[in-house]
């Protein structure tokens, strides 16, 4: 019955309608199954955030390495700046990279995904 009730309030979540979950449609790219490279995946969530860098070689993956760092409290109070924020994100980005180089003048594909609803304006 949980999966049920659960179904329907994503359903009508997707559709606009009332629903216990916050639900926004997106969609994802099936793309290449036969991609090779390095990518990059930043992680925020809502007490954590993660750098994520990825090697696949043939669709296969072959490393994958991810640092997580810890929200500081104050940055998820509501009178801390979105300049504050964006600069803790700046700075795990900068760590990681001092540990997890990449290659000089490389094209790094970068992801950016929220662990809560968004919904993007522009």
Same mark, same amino acid.
């Given at each position: 019955?949980?999966? !049920? ?5 994503? =359903? ?8 216990? *979950?916050?639900?926004?449609? &997106?969609? !994802? ?6 991609? &090779?490279?390095?990518?990059?995946? *930043?992680? *925020? ?5 993660? =750098? ?8 296969? *993956?072959?490393?994958? =390495? ?6 500081? !409290? +104050? ?32 094209? =790094? ?8 609803? !968004?919904? +993007?304006?522009?």
């Amino acid at each position: 019955q949980v999966m !049920v009730h659960m179904l329907a309030d994503m =359903v009508d979540g997707l559709a606009g309608q009332d629903s216990s *979950l916050k639900m926004l449609p &997106s969609f !994802v790219y099936e793309g290449d199954r036969n991609i &090779s490279g390095s990518f990059m995946a *930043l992680d *925020l969530g809502g007490t954590n955030f993660r =750098v994520i860098k990825t090697d696949i070689e043939g669709g296969k *993956l072959v490393k994958d =390495v991810q640092e997580k760092y810890e929200i500081p !409290v +104050q940055l998820m109070k509501s009178d801390s700046s979105a300049n504050e924020l964006f600069g803790f994100i700046a700075n795990g980005v900068k760590k990681f990279l001092e540990n997890h180089p990449i290659t000089p003048g490389a094209t =790094v594909p970068l992801g950016f995904t929220f662990s809560f609803p !968004v919904s +993007q304006t522009a």
